[in-house]
């Protein structure tokens, strides 16, 4: 045989071994956390919170981590959501193109996108030192706001970026102001990017855990108010996987299941939804 | 005229919140820098950096282990990460079928969002006793399993969507003309792809991969459960790592009672921003040298 068709099967059969093994350590990894998490996920452990200690307490469930994760992450995305809006569409329709400011907040928003979770979970227990705050629900949604708020921004900005020209030019020609065309127009016209860019953004909030380890504490209980520690779902796989004791650790295989489920079904759903959002879109 | 004042009104205040992103990278730097100022005043850098007396009760905070535990996780990652990357992407993007395709294309996004906490759940009960039972065994050398080799399979399974999504997209960007112009010479597929695809590609898949690398460089919880946390300059990758992230998290608990031990933790947290800063600036210079020999 030619050896350039022998070249050719091999890297061939080599790109499609390594695409094949790609997804068997994906599909094992999802395979391993449905295997661990199904046999120990029953009612209880949804609807009750963990007795005797969420480390040494063999009873109850992990309603404060599910709770305590949709409350900051829930938090965190509304508060990036009020910064992200504005800030892009200060970029795309008042701002100068390609002007220093413009091109020094977008640099910064790549930096923050960057920055380890941890450094933001160092950064934002300095500040509730500096104001005197303890590990609390509100220390945690600040925290993780400031984490998904790059990602956010981003994703936003990219479909922004694509409305035409066009739209702004007629929306001006008929006297309509900048704010009453980015809110009337632009907003409209990005709808379906800044519902999947905020879905995106509280499906990483929702799983990141160096974050809130310092910020958000951990606890029993199901927060009662934004100055309470909150439990959250990645910090309960963690500490609850670490100990010796079997009926803990289910807690930490049904959290791992939970969350997997959890940020599986809204990457789904931003799918679906961007989708059906895109039909009455100008392109 | 109310609409024009509501018009600068509106434009004041979203500036304002514009300046937010930049603010905010100042204050981490100044802030990570103002509360690791004691230790700097207190100890020379290069001590800091190059030391690997960790002994907090003593005073005494070298960082290199635990830099050097970074780096080993990081490079082991990257050397299983990038062949199968690369070889995935490829095939991918230039030999798989269509459908095949469009059914993956979606199925890797989904797999990015899985949080990195559950990759580490899947270290911890699949990797370390694989290493453990079967393949330091098999190169003759007796490990627990918690090691540089399991953090790097972790962080590189982690990454693999990531750089593979990114990958693709760059691939597919290269025009069908100049396939076709390769394959019309009589180049076979393979050496179409790696003589004229790869090539006009590259600067885009060295991107990927360094978003890929910057991803696994800062990974804490994955790297954390499985790395071992031992601080000692690992000599092989069987041996336990301690890197920066998780000795961040691991300590940050304890270190308020022992003096300057938050300000050495907080350098490691700076030192981590810096390196981030710096990855990005040299991405973004590439990058637009990349634009403008496009254009």
Redesign the interface.
Known sequence: MDA??V??FV??T??????F???L??F??MA??LA?GLPSLNMAMLTQTPRGGYYLGKEGGILNAIVGSLYLAGGATALALF?SV??V???NV??KKRSR?VL??R??????W??????Y???G???MLLFGLKASLLGGIIAVA?LI??IM?RAMDEVVRTVPHELFEASYALGA????T?LKVVARQAVPGIVTATL?AF??G?????SV??TAGFTDAVPSSLLRPAATL?LA??YQ?GTPFPEVQNR??AS?LI??LI??A???VS?VLARNLTKHIVK | MIRLVKDKLAGAGMLALAGVPGLVVFAMILGLYGRSRPILAAKPLSELLFSSSWHPLRGEFGLFTFIMGTLWVTAVAVAIAIPLCLLASIYLAEYAPRRLREWTAPLIDLLAGIPSVVFGVWGVLVVVPLIKNHVAPLAGVSSSGYCVLAAGIVLAVMVFPVIVHVSVEVLKTVPNEVREASLALGATRWQTIRHVVMRKAMPGVIAAVVLGLSRAFGETMAVLMVAGNVAAVPKTVFDPAYPLPALIANKYGEMLSVPMYDSALLLAALALLMVVLLVNVAARAILLRVERSVQ
């Open positions: 350039r068709k070249e050719e890297w061939k080599l790109a499609a071994a390594a695409a093994a790609l997804f350590s994906l094992l990894i391993t956390i661990k910064l504005p800030i569409l200060y970029l008042y701002a400011f020094f907040t640099f910064s928003l790549d930096v923050l960057g920055v380890p979770s941890i450094v979970g160092a950064f227990f300095t500040i400031l708020l790059p921004s102001t900048r704010l009453e980015a995106i499906g990483r929702i799983g990141d855990a160096a380890m310092f990645p796989i963690f996987l930490a295989y791992a969350l997997t940020v599986l809204i990457s789904l799918r």
